[in-house]
């Protein structure tokens, strides 16, 4: 069993920043890849961001890149979200999951799901 917790949502304007954490207990964080969704109001879930085991291979929806960056502090079994740049389009829960399967952007690789934090970027 894995615990996950998100924090650091909130409301902002277009243009400004959030960062996001995602910390976890229960397994050995450092041993998976991590990965960060959202889910907009009325849509399905959208992968965001992933980030390797390692923290040394990330990946981007086209959407966030450029404007996201994907961190993460295995010592304190901690995963961040830094989010630039942000535009009312980014408004969604977001939510950190770990992955058990091949495929960084799949949903269904992924099997622990914190309860998500909700970001409103207002216009």
């Known amino acids: 069993q894995v615990q996950l917790v998100e924090s650091g949502g909130g409301l902002v304007q277009a243009g400004g920043s959030l960062r996001l954490s995602c910390t976890a207990s229960?397994?050995?964080?450092?041993?998976?890849?991590m990965g960060w969704f959202r889910q907009p109001p009325g849509k399905e879930r959208q992968f965001v961001s992933a980030?390797?085991?390692?923290?040394?291979?990330?990946y981007y929806a086209n959407s966030v890149k450029g404007r996201f960056t994907i961190s993460r502090d295995n010592a304190k079994s901690t995963m961040y979200l830094q989010m630039n740049s942000l535009k009312p389009e980014d408004t969604a829960v977001y939510y950190c999951?770990?992955?058990?399967?091949?495929?960084?952007?799949?949903?269904?690789?992924?099997?622990?799901w914190g309860q998500g934090t909700q970001v409103t970027v207002s216009s």
């Open positions: 999951a770990t992955r058990s399967r091949t495929g960084y952007s799949d949903y269904r690789a992924y099997d622990y």
């Open positions: 229960g397994r050995t964080f450092s041993s998976y890849t």
């Open positions: 980030i390797s085991w390692s923290g040394g291979t990330t």
